[in-house]
Structures are given as structure tokens and as C-alpha cells.
């Protein structure tokens, strides 16, 4: 039996990899050195604090001493237990999903088109003066834009509602039905987000070389079709990479603005995981039900974004 | 810098040692509190009450606000030696050893101050037995609520004031469809309330009163059975009460999200059920005026029914409170000491006269029967009502600082309310409380708003959903057994 | 240049979309402005809907303007603005200058590893406790610190550092610069659209910092304005009133909104030039 020959395209050892490339790239690595310390101190040191999902916290005695939950007997995965058992899981994920999902639409089609919108026309003092205003609202706390919201969608003497009467028609419950809420609370994390989420993509458009636009006028190509071949594709990079980091959040939902607009009136329809966990301990100090149910987002979370990397990577925009 | 710093105050404290080698250091003690009365003077040196303690009893008693207590309480609690809290951190802390007991000081050093106290209820400050706290409870219920109404609505459409809820229906309809503002327009709605909160659904409670029972899980004691708000034999039919109010649309639908009392001030709506300070003190009163110089407010209190209970409107609870002071179990001596010379300051004579009405001759005086009466620089002085820490004798000091609303207190305390016992159950482990009290919030209002079938039946069914899904049978026979164990019910 | 049909059609959807975003965007702002000028009896009177104020009384900022601490919260507020983000952004463009280029052997494992903290997060207490271990808990520190860099601003970062071509850099290399210099002379200047956006959120997210500065900051001169600006609106948003606790009129609140937003808002205008289109023509094919 003839022995087969050592494979030809041998990697080097890793040792060796690793020197060189130390050797090659020393000042690049030097660079990172300060973003890489804080990551490792104030993000990946406190990570030792998920463990206490899997016990019983209490404060006193902190971190370290608290009972693992099978000390307390009680199963590893109580807290976990804790929030698929109750009646209403399954009701607060789906709420969860739908009205973190459009929102994620909402916070990246519409900035989009407003900021094609800003860069093409060719009133650009007017626009500037658009754009200021439209990135104002993200400086609105939420309990002032629900403020806004009751006085602009109140049933009894909102000023749309009054419109509505006004014109013969029946006034619209928005902030205290089941129906209207999640449309409310989409619409009004858009108008707050809307002129802000542009603002990135203009700053990608501005990036755009011009040279590309004066070839395809000169080959008389119109200006929807210079938006769909050059401007879009050109966006297309940061597009997707705003997309993963958003699907790395779509459990969240939005806790301040949901909180301030739940009422027991659109609960059904409104309570997200996180209000949810929120009201459970509240005043109870249930830290460990939070990061339970915290780990469990981040682990479903992490998938989802693994996912959309790897179908990014077909357009050649991945995360890594 | 810092070392520049450091060096300067030890030369201080030197120097401040030679100075006063006779006078005591005083003793300092850190209390947290969630919130601070209004204008609380931004520096140490401003604040009088606290200068006054220091100079009177050689405490150095520092106030100190958390803003969340969720967040930045569960990190910080041993920077204080005594807290401000709610009855449900009392429970976690108590039973986490974190707090002082205080079963054996009641007799001891905090003797005088029990002893002051009298015949208060301190079910809410214990344990598992062990008493940890020192409940800020009220003689009278805290939650004054009354239905404050425009008599001047009433007057203009010749209607009397409301004694049944039919009455209550009338005067809604009227004022939502009869122009009570004659203003010519179809612009104004009968009944609204404050905001909802972890006490109940205001609007509603306003009508359920009078079938003697309340939105939501409140447990209650009738004929000496513990029994709960949802098993009250009135409830379907005070629903239906609600029902239709809310189908003849002379409710505001609103005060569900947001509350009703910018509407009621501005005389959108003619009847608001809400505590009295916000529309009764000389400043809400005030604000009616500006807007509508006629306006004259009237209130009533509880509403018969076609049910034969005494009537009651709105629910209260003796024992809850949201104010618990209860001391760190890592205090020392020292400050302990200091701790309880506080208390014995503020709780009789010129101390308690301190925070309760300021300092004498400036914020308040005597007048010719002896009484305590505020002056004109009494606003100076909102902010000290942080510093009540503990109970007061509340009649009395709503007397002094709040006489223009004097007969709404005496009645709105006097008034006959569906008294609940929440605060001394807990539920039993691994129940979903929070869930089924929403839960059941939801359907009522379902039920309500023609989102349920309302009828004997389909309410037998929710009670069986709550059972099923949410425990609730097991846990009012808990109940039962707590209020027995607790020498409440026999 | 003659303008055809389309070309007209074209313009006026323009013009729609962004007239439209405009005023969805103004009206609500213009309400809190009138608000926070208009009396509150004028106010209710008029259903609590006021655009233009008939009556103006600058009442409510008088309050506000009076309190002392403000005075301190508005220098906090600007010390960690602008040395925060002069902080967050060397640190950000020092991680994202090297994590983009491709060549960087590792690359991937850092890009996973910054990534993944976007993802888990250790949660409140033992944040807090490593923040606390670090040795900056109630100074400015722990306002700059713990946020130097944000993963969102990182990744934006790194993916337009991705579109300048690799030969700009050699060139400058076979020149003789080093990377430092490449990143202030070359990348630094070619992105300045992205860099003026990262510096905006940055510098938006430190002028509204509140949950890091309750948690972290326990003296009332050290805390920033959102901070104090809360506190003294706070009483507004309480269900359960103290008897002698006055609620604030919503007046204040938006007095307050209106203090709080107007200095990070004007300085919008200064950075929007770098936001046209074509700001950087021809530059990046260097």
C-alpha cells in the first residue's frame, strides 16, 4: 500500500500563524487594544452574573453566595419554568413578535425612503429645515410623547377624534382598545425614530461617489432608475448590517414606550416579555426571573442573528 | 487634587476638633427615600429642618433619593442604614435578613413610640411573625376618594344630587346629552376618574361601590367568611350597571389609559371620582376657577343600589401602605441610637410640630383656641413631609395645612368603604398573582365593554377559568388561613 | 436643462414625502413648545390643545431656571458630552479601522466577540459591581467609562470602513505611514459623514444619559440634567400623591422637555453640511 503523501496545502501550525501575524500586523492590533479592555471589563467581566439564573438571588448575600436553585430544592431550570408556565407566555411572545417585528420594518423602509426623499430633492434649504425637524421627536421622552398621544388620540376630546366627530363619524378608542394599541404604539415609535434612523443613511448616500450618477445620466438613465441601481446597492451594505443588529433585538419590543401605553384595557394585545417581567418583580426583586428569561431572549436572539449573517453573506455583507 | 482635598479636610476636621473638643460629633444616618417633597432644597445648608434636627438633638438625619428603586436600591443598600419601602421589598429583605428586627425594640427603646402610636394596626409591618417595620399608615384611610361634581351643571338642568346609582345614570345622561355648559354644543360627558393603578379601575369602582364589591381581586370580609370582590353576589349586576353606562356613552373611556381630572378642570366632564387633595386644596380649587370663573364644585360620597348593603364607594385597605421604614440589620449601635432619638424627636411636641408644619412663628402659629394655624409663608414648607417618616394623626394635620377642603376630609374619611384585606395575604408559592390579577381586570372590563357575554353563566365561567388557569380557589382558601392564623377572621 | 414629465413627477412625490414627514414631525413639537408658553388655565380652556399661543408667559422656565442644581446638572451634562464622545470615538475608529480590513488575520473571532455582548448582557447588579470594582462609582468617570463604545455605533463604523478600498491604504503604507497616520489622514477624512453621525448618536446618548447616571452617580452636583430635570418633573407622573405633594402643571414638563433638548439641538445645523449628497465626489476611488 502506497502511503499517501502529506496533504500539499498544509496550513502552517498555529503558533507560527499567530507570530506572524503579529509580526506583520502589530500596529492594527495595538489599535483595538483599548475598545478590546473595555469590552472584556465592562461587557464580558459582569457575565459571570448570569449565573444567577440558575439560582435563588438574594441580595444580601450577593452574587457569589446565594443558593444555587438545586441547593433550595427546586429544579435548575425553575425560573425558566417560571415564565413558560404562566397562562399568559405564549400570548406576551406572540405580542412580543408581532409588534417588535414591525417595528423593525418601520425603523428601517421608511428613514430609508425619507432620506432618498431628502437627498434628491432639489429644495435643499427646504430639506434641511425638514430634516432638523424630523429628528427632533427622538428627543421627546416617552412619557411626553404618550402626553402627546392622549391629547392627539383621545376618545372624549382628542383633537383626532374631535375631526372625526366632526365629520360625522363615531371617535376611535386608539389608546384603550385592543385593536388600535400595537398601531398606535408602531406609528409612534416611527415618528419618533424616523428622522433620526434617516440620518445614517443619508451619511451613506453622501458616501455614494457622483461620478457613478453623472455616467448613468450621461447614459440617460432616469432617476428612479439611478435610486434602484445605484443609490439602492450602494445602501445595501449598511442596510444589512443595521438589519442584523436590530434582529439581535427583536425580543425586546420596546420596554419604556409599551409600559407607559399599557393599560389593562389592551393588555392582551400589549404586554411584551419584558413589561411582563418587569411586573413580576416589581417590588419583589425577582432578579433572577429577569435574567432567566434575559438569557433565554439572548440565546434565541443570538440564533436569529447567526441566521441573518449567513444569509447576509449571499450579498456579500455580513457582520464578520 | 484629591490628595489636595483630603489634606484640607483632615486640617478642617483638626482644626473643627480643637475647636469643639467638648461638643459630640453628631452621629449620621442615611435613609433612602423613593421620592421628595416638592421644592426640597438643593444643598444641606438650605434645608432647615435638617439643621434644626442637627442643632436639637445632634443627629445628622440625611434624606437621600433613589430614583429606581428596582435598579439602584438593589445595588446600594448598604450605603443606608434604614429605608423607605413598600410592603413588598419589607417581605423580600425581611425574609433575605437584611432588616432589623424589631419584635424586642417594640418593648424596649422604640417603647414610647409604640406606645404613641396606640391602637394602629401594624399587621402590614410583620413577617412571618417578625416585625421588621414602621408602617406610615393614616387613622382613616389614606385613600380619601369622593365623586367630585359640578353643581353648577346640576343647578343649570334642575337635577339634584345623586343618592342612588340610577340618580348617578341620570345626572351622567344629562350632563353628556342636556348641554349642562349651554355652550350650544354636544362637547361635554358625564363621568370620568383618575388614572388606574395598583388600587383599581376608578371609573368603575365608582359604580361597583354601590353593589357592594370592586374591579378586581380584593379579598374581603363578609358575615366573618373571608370572601373576594369577584365572589360577590352584586358583582353581575354591577356589571351590567357599568355596561350601561359605558353603551349609553356618557363614561370617559379615556381616564382607562390617562386621568380624568385635566378634564374635569377644564369642564369637559361634570362628575370626577378621584382622591380630594388634587382637585380640593386652594390650588386645584384655583385652577377650576381660572378656567371657568362659575364653576362650582360639590361632592357625594356613597350611592344606594337595588342591592340591599350598606353602600360604600371605592375600595380601601387599613393595613397596606406604600411607606415602610425599616432599619438595615447592619446598623450599629450608635446609629441605632441615633436612629430611635429621631423617631421619640419627631413624634410628639416641638420636633413633631417641626415636620409637620415647619418652625413656629414663620410657617405656622397658634391661634386664639390654641390650634395650630399655617401662615402665608406656609408653601416654604411643602417639602418636610419627607421627614414624617411615620404615622401622624391625620385629621389633625389635614385640620392645620388644608382648611378649605375640611368638609371633604371629614366625610370622605367617614364614608363607608369596601374595606380589603390584600395587603396581609400572600400567595401561595408558585401561583401567578400579578397574572390573574390582571387577568381578571381584563375580562371585568371584557365583560363591560360587550368583549364577553355578560350574563350569570358566562361569569361562572371566568370564576372557573380563574380557578383553573390561575389557582384562585387555592388561593382564597390560603387566604382564609392566613386571616385565621392572623386572628382577623375566627 | 430641459425637465421632462417624469422628471417633474418625480420631484413633487419627492417634495410629498418629505412635506409630509415634516409635518407629522412639526405639529407635536409645536405643541410642546406652546405648552410649555402658554398659562395653564389658558390651556385647559382650550381643551389642552394649543399650536399658536394666544397668551405667553415664560412662567414655567422661570421655575425651572431658579433651581440651583440645574445650573450644575447643565455643566455635568456638558463635561461628559463633549469628552465622552471625543472618548467614544477615538476608541470606536481604533476597534473599527483594523476590525475592517479584511486581511487582519483574527478579525472574525473580535468582530464575534463584540458582537456578542450586544447580544447578552450581564444585567444590572453585576454591572454595576464591576463598575463599582473599577473604582469610579460616583464620579464623572462612570458616565464615560461604561459606554465607551456601543456595538450599534462600532458596527456602523466598520461597515462603511469596509468601502474604502484596501490599495488607498498600501499606497500610503509603501509612503511610509504608519497606521495611526493612515487612520487620522486618510480614513479619518474620507468618512467624515459617518464619523459626524457616530459623534451625533454618541454625543445625543450622553446628553441623555439617566439610567447609567441613577445607578452610578449618588451626589446631587455630579448628576446631569436629564437627571434633575426628572426629579423636578417627577411628581407628575406619581399615581400615589403625598396630601401635600402639588402636581407640577404639565406646563413644566414641557418647559422642561424644551431646556433639556434645545442645546443638542443646535448644533444639528453645524453638522448637516456633511450630510449632503456627493460630500466625498471621486474621494474614496482616491
Known amino acids: 500500500m502506497t502511503q499517501l503523501s502529506a496533504p500539499v496545502f498544509k496550513k502552517k501550525p498555529l503558533g507560527t500563524r499567530f507570530t506572524h501575524a503579529i509580526k506583520q500586523y502589530w500596529p492594527l492590533y495595538a489599535m483595538i487594544i483599548p475598545g478590546m479592555l473595555f469590552f472584556l471589563v465592562y461587557k464580558y467581566l459582569p457575565m459571570y452574573g448570569i449565573q444567577i439564573a440558575f439560582k435563588n438571588f438574594s441580595l444580601r448575600k450577593g452574587i457569589g453566595d446565594s443558593l444555587w436553585l438545586w441547593e433550595d430544592k427546586k429544579d435548575w431550570f425553575y425560573w425558566f419554568e417560571r415564565f413558560f408556565k404562566s397562562p399568559q407566555s405564549s400570548q406576551i411572545i406572540t405580542n412580543t413578535l408581532i409588534i417588535s417585528l414591525s417595528k423593525l420594518v418601520m425603523e428601517m423602509i421608511p428613514p430609508l425612503i425619507f432620506a432618498l426623499a431628502i437627498s434628491e430633492t432639489m429644495f435643499k434649504r427646504y430639506a434641511r429645515v425638514i430634516q432638523t425637524v424630523s429628528y427632533l421627536p427622538h428627543f421627546l421622552s416617552w412619557v411626553i410623547v404618550f402626553g402627546i398621544c392622549a391629547t392627539m388620540l383621545g376618545e372624549n376630546s382628542g383633537v383626532v377624534n374631535n375631526m372625526i366627530k366632526k365629520m360625522g363619524g363615531q371617535a376611535i378608542p386608539f389608546l384603550s382598545n385592543k385593536k388600535y394599541i400595537r398601531g398606535v404604539l408602531i406609528g409612534s415609535s416611527l415618528w419618533k425614530g424616523i428622522g433620526w434612523s434617516s440620518i445614517v443613511f443619508l451619511a451613506a448616500i453622501a458616501g455614494i461617489d457622483t461620478t457613478m450618477y453623472e455616467a448613468a445620466t450621461i447614459d440617460g438613465c432616469g432617476r428612479f432608475r439611478q435610486i434602484w441601481y445605484i443609490t439602492l446597492p450602494n445602501l445595501a451594505r449598511i442596510f444589512v448590517v443595521l438589519l442584523i443588529t436590530k434582529v439581535g433585538h427583536v425580543l425586546d419590543g420596546g420596554f419604556e414606550q409599551v409600559y407607559i401605553f399599557l393599560n389593562d384595557r389592551v393588555r392582551a394585545t400589549a404586554e411584551i416579555i419584558d413589561t411582563w417581567v418587569y411586573t413580576q418583580g416589581l417590588g419583589k426583586q425577582q432578579y433572577s426571573l429577569t435574567t432567566a428569561v434575559g438569557l433565554m431572549k439572548s440565546v434565541l436572539s443570538c440564533g436569529l442573528v447567526l441566521g441573518t449573517n449567513a444569509l447576509a453573506r449571499k450579498w456579500d455583507s455580513s457582520l464578520w | ?490 | 436643462m430641459v425637465k421632462s414629465k417624469n422628471d417633474i413627477a418625480y420631484e413633487l412625490l419627492v417634495l410629498f414625502i418629505i412635506t409630509l414627514v415634516g409635518l407629522v414631525c412639526v405639529i407635536p413639537i409645536l405643541f410642546v413648545i406652546a405648552y410649555s408658553l402658554t398659562p395653564m388655565e389658558e390651556m385647559l380652556r382650550n381643551g389642552g390643545f394649543v399650536l399658536i399661543p394666544r397668551k405667553i408667559t415664560f412662567s414655567a422656565y422661570a421655575f425651572m431656571i431658579k433651581n440651583p442644581t440645574l445650573i450644575s446638572a447643565l455643566k455635568v451634562s456638558t463635561i461628559i458630552t463633549v469628552f465622552g464622545t471625543m472618548a467614544n470615538l477615538v476608541v470606536t475608529m481604533m476597534l473599527a479601522y483594523p476590525l475592517s480590513r479584511d486581511y487582519l488575520p483574527g478579525r472574525g473571532t473580535f468582530i464575534k466577540l463584540i458582537v456578542f455582548t450586544m447580544i447578552f448582557s450581564a444585567g444590572t447588579i453585576p454591572t454595576y459591581l464591576i463598575v463599582r470594582a473599577t473604582g469610579v462609582i460616583n464620579t464623572l468617570w462612570a458616565l464615560i467609562l461604561p459606554s465607551l463604545v456601543t456595538v450599534y455605533n462600532f458596527i456602523v463604523m466598520k461597515a462603511f470602513f469596509e468601502g474604502l478600498p484596501n490599495d488607498l491604504f498600501e499606497s500610503a503604507r509603501i509612503d511610509g505611514a504608519g497606521e495611526f497616520r493612515i487612520l487620522y489622514r486618510i480614513v479619518l477624512p474620507l468618512s467624515l459623514p459617518i464619523v459626524t453621525t457616530i459623534s451625533l448618536y454618541y454625543a445625543v446618548a450622553h446628553w441623555n444619559v439617566y439610567t447609567a447616571a441613577i445607578l452610578y452617580i449618588q451626589d446631587t452636583d455630579l448628576m446631569p440634567l436629564q437627571v434633575i430635570m426628572r426629579r423636578m418633573i417627577n411628581a407628575a407622573s406619581t399615581n400615589d400623591l403625598n396630601v401635600e405633594d402639588e402636581i407640577p402643571p404639565e406646563t413644566m414638563r414641557m418647559a422642561a422637555v424644551c431646556i433639556a433638548t434645545a442645546p443638542i439641538v443646535v448644533i444639528y445645523p453645524f453638522i448637516q453640511k456633511y450630510f449632503v449628497k456627493g460630500t466625498l465626489a471621486g474621494a474614496v476611488k482616491g
Not at chain 2, 438595615?328 to 429621631?342: G, M, N, P, V
Not at chain 2, 363607608?416 to 387577568?439: A, C, F, H, K
Request: hydrophobic content about 40%; proline content about 2%.
Open chain 2, 1 to 490: 487634587m484629591k490628595k489636595l482635598i483630603s489634606a484640607l479636610l483632615v486640617l478642617a476636621m483638626l482644626l473643627g476638633m480643637c475647636a469643639f473638643a467638648a461638643a459630640e460629633e453628631p452621629v449620621e444616618v442615611r435613609v433612602s427615600v423613593s421620592s421628595l417633597g416638592n421644592g426640597w432644597p438643593a444643598t444641606l445648608e438650605e434645608d432647615w429642618v435638617y439643621q434644626k434636627i442637627l442643632k436639637d438633638i445632634n443627629v445628622s438625619f440625611k434624606l437621600e433619593l433613589v430614583d429606581d428603586y428596582w435598579n439602584a436600591m438593589g445595588t446600594r443598600m448598604d450605603i443606608y442604614d434604614a429605608y423607605m419601602i413598600d410592603i413588598d421589598h419589607l417581605r423580600t429583605w425581611g425574609r433575605d435578613g437584611a432588616l432589623l428586627d424589631l419584635t424586642e425594640l417594640k418593648e424596649t427603646k422604640l417603647a414610647s413610640y409604640y406606645e404613641w402610636l396606640g391602637s394602629t394596626k401594624l399587621s402590614a409591618a410583620y413577617v412571618d411573625g417578625v416585625l421588621y417595620g414602621l408602617p406610615k399608615l393614616y387613622d382613616g384611610s389614606k385613600s380619601q376618594l369622593c365623586v367630585t361634581i359640578r353643581q353648577d351643571w346640576l343647578d343649570a338642568l334642575g337635577l339634584k344630587m345623586p343618592e342612588t346609582i340610577q340618580d348617578l345614570y341620570d345626572v351622567a345622561y344629562a350632563f353628556t346629552y342636556n348641554d349642562p355648559d349651554k355652550n350650544g354644543e354636544n362637547d361635554t360627558l358625564g363621568l370620568t376618574a383618575a388614572k388606574p393603578s395598583a388600587t383599581g379601575v376608578f371609573l368603575f369602582d365608582t359604580i361597583l361601590g354601590s353593589f357592594d364589591t370592586a374591579m378586581g381581586n380584593w379579598i374581603l370580609i363578609r358575615d366573618g367568611k373571608v370572601t373576594n370582590a369577584l365572589l360577590q353576589p352584586g358583582m353581575v349586576q354591577g356589571l351590567e350597571w357599568c355596561k350601561k353606562f359605558v353603551d349609553a356613552k356618557i363614561v370617559d373611556n379615556d381616564s382607562l389609559s390617562t386621568a380624568g381630572t385635566s378634564q374635569f378642570v377644564s369642564g369637559k366632564v361634570g362628575m370626577i371620582g378621584c382622591t380630594w387633595p388634587g382637585i380640593w386644596k386652594a390650588y386645584g380649587q384655583q385652577q377650576i376657577h381660572d378656567v371657568n370663573p362659575n364653576a362650582v364644585t360639590n361632592f357625594f360620597t356613597t350611592l344606594k343600589s337595588e342591592v340591599g348593603a350598606e353602600p360604600a364607594m371605592y375600595q380601601g385597605d387599613l393595613n397596606s401602605t406604600n411607606a415602610i421604614f425599616a432599619i438595615s440589620a447592619d446598623i450599629t449601635e450608635e446609629k441605632l441610637d441615633a436612629l430611635i432619638k429621631y423617631i421619640d424627636y419627631i413624634t410628639v411636641g416641638e420636633g413633631a410640630n417641626l415636620v409637620y408644619y415647619g418652625l413656629e412663628g414663620e410657617h405656622w402659629v397658634y391661634d386664639e383656641q390654641g390650634r395650630i394655624r399655617m401662615t402665608e409663608n406656609a408653601t416654604a414648607a411643602n417639602y418636610i413631609s419627607t421627614y414624617q417618616l411615620f404615622s401622624r394623626k391625620e385629621l389633625e394635620y389635614l385640620d392645620a395645612k388644608f382648611p378649605e377642603a375640611k368638609m371633604v376630609f371629614d366625610e370622605t374619611t367617614a364614608a363607608n368603604r369596601i374595606w380589603t384585606y390584600n395587603s396581609l395575604v400572600v400567595e401561595p408559592d408558585g401561583m401567578y398573582l400579578s397574572d390573574m390579577e390582571s387577568y381578571a381586570r381584563q375580562q371585568l372590563l371584557d365583560f363591560i365593554y360587550g368583549d364577553r357575554e355578560l350574563s350569570e353563566a358566562e361569569y361562572a365561567n371566568f370564576i372557573q377559568e380563574l380557578n383553573d388557569m390561575y389557582q384562585f380557589d387555592e388561593y382564597m382558601a390560603s387566604a382564609e388561613e392566613q386571616l385565621r392564623a392572623q386572628g382577623i377572621v375566627e
